[in-house]
């Protein structure tokens, strides 16, 4: 019956063998790191990864400079600025710098927040989350002792992504995983202290600084000892198609939107998505966290308070971003500020090579949500008006491949036949308005083919 939908199948799969265990990796090197340090860990070389439920576990504090600052954790995964993969030596993937940043995008796309017990999600302003103890009069700070760990993060698009997702690494050379850490700006809102509190919307005298310790890898491990599955894989090892597994890849770029245009360049088989998101001159300064627009930041009654919506999400609580990782619209006349000036973004065209993607002018605002959420196929994101959107997590991205290209396993992106074509983002149309000193984040997705063949032979198809 196993022709007929599961709903009304009597068919049962049947494993023998299975089994299952979670180990935890050592790094490398221990010891205290601080910003832009580095940790490697070498995975399991004999076992099936579940590569997607990996996690880098560890503990984390900051450091004030001076009695008028006090940390502010941001979410905990901005520690890792690029995870770069190598398998008996050869790049597999290099990394994509500003790996915080991808993740802010990829996170303002999700319809719910992350777990926040262990993920440090949110900003904590007054309490911590992790002891339930008042840190409003200092900075944020855990214990090392015993090893202990309060965070566990994912660790991004080379592990999420993978498919097939459960890798057997006895067909693989020896997989090295190095985290370069983020600078401390893009860890760390350096807060202001008032009336000995801490205020996270006033800037610090200082930049405040991080440190991570006790940090181990855990990764769950599978086996399937039936012998069919290991002969099915001698089996396409030794034959001229091998194996193939394949993973989404990033490349960064960042510049100044100063002429209302940037151009990148791409020489991917199947480019994917392209991601675009804008901040503020200064994101990376002594800065305090950003209360988004919307929320109860001041934790004042709602009903009385102008500016708060009556959302529950807003109305009842508060909401903080990093300034590094804040998206704001490269516009002199943001929503907040006046009457109609939500009418005023500045539209935004994305080309490769001089095609133009959508073919008409896009201006920031409901156009390019709804072109975003298509995009990143999905039917809400973490926005509650679109004063947010357009203030706090302004970012555009266009989509090139079939929906659901992922969980096919397909390539069906744009192929740009192994030459370096040009991406450009431009400002088009009207300009009145357009900032010329922010910052603009270029993130281009593409589906890369892992070739696996005998003797475990590797090879990349970008």
């Not at 009903?303 to 919506?309: I, N, Q």
């Amino acid at each position: 019956m196993s022709n007929f939908p599961s709903y009304m199948s009597f068919f049962l799969r049947s494993y023998n063998n299975v089994s299952h265990q979670n180990f935890q990796i050592q790094p490398a090197s221990s010891g205290q790191l601080t910003a832009h340090r580095q940790m490697q860990f070498t995975l399991p070389t004999n076992a099936m990864l579940h590569l997607s439920k990996t996690r880098l576990m560890f503990t984390m504090s900051t450091a004030a400079p001076d009695d008028t600052s006090a940390g502010r954790l941001a979410a905990a995964k901005s520690i890792i600025d690029r995870l770069e993969i190598s398998a008996g030596g050869v790049s597999l993937s290099s990394g994509c710098a500003s790996s915080a940043v991808l993740a802010q995008c990829i996170d303002n796309m999700r319809t719910i927040d992350e777990d926040p017990v262990t993920s440090h999600s949110e900003l904590y302003r007054r309490t911590s989350g992790v002891d339930g103890r008042s840190i409003i009069a200092g900075t944020e700070t855990y214990t090392s002792i015993n090893n202990a760990q309060c965070f566990a993060i994912e660790l991004g698009p080379w592990f999420a992504t993978m498919q097939p997702n459960m890798l057997p690494t006895q067909i693989l050379p020896t997989i090295v995983a190095t985290i370069y850490l983020s600078g401390n700006a893009t860890v760390v809102s350096s807060c202001g202290i008032e009336d000995a509190a801490v205020n996270p919307l006033t800037d610090g005298t200082g930049q405040c600084t991080y440190t991570v310790d006790n940090y181990t890898l855990s990764v769950s491990a599978y086996s399937l000892d039936d012998g069919v599955f290991d002969q099915t894989l001698a089996t396409r090892l030794n034959s001229s198609e091998g194996l193939e597994a394949t993973f989404c890849n990033y490349e960064s770029f960042s510049n100044t939107f100063s002429t209302g245009t940037t151009a990148v360049s791409s020489a991917a088989s199947s480019l994917d998505k392209v991601i675009v998101a804008f901040r503020k001159t200064g994101f990376d300064g002594v800065k305090s966290a950003v209360g988004v627009k919307g929320y109860n930041n001041s934790l004042e009654a709602g009903l009385t308070k102008a500016g708060v919506l009556d959302q529950p999400a807003a109305h009842g609580g508060a909401k903080y971003l990093n300034a590094a990782t804040t998206f704001t619209s490269p516009s002199s006349t943001l929503p907040s500020t006046a009457r109609d000036n939500w009418a005023k973004q500045p539209n935004i065209s994305i080309q490769v090579n001089n095609v133009r993607f959508p073919s008409y002018d896009a201006r920031i605002g409901a156009q390019t949500y709804e072109l975003l959420k298509e995009a990143f196929e999905t039917d809400k994101t973490a926005c509650q008006s679109l004063v947010e959107y357009i203030e706090d997590r302004c970012q555009l991205a266009y989509k090139f491949n079939l929906p659901a290209s992922q969980a096919m396993r397909a390539r069906s992106g744009i192929n740009l036949q192994g030459s370096n074509s040009q991406i450009r983002i431009e400002a088009v149309g009207d300009k009145t308005g357009l900032t010329t000193d922010g910052n603009i984040m270029v993130f281009v997705e593409s589906t890369v083919v892992l070739k696996i063949m005998a003797g475990k032979q590797l090879m990349i198809v970008q």
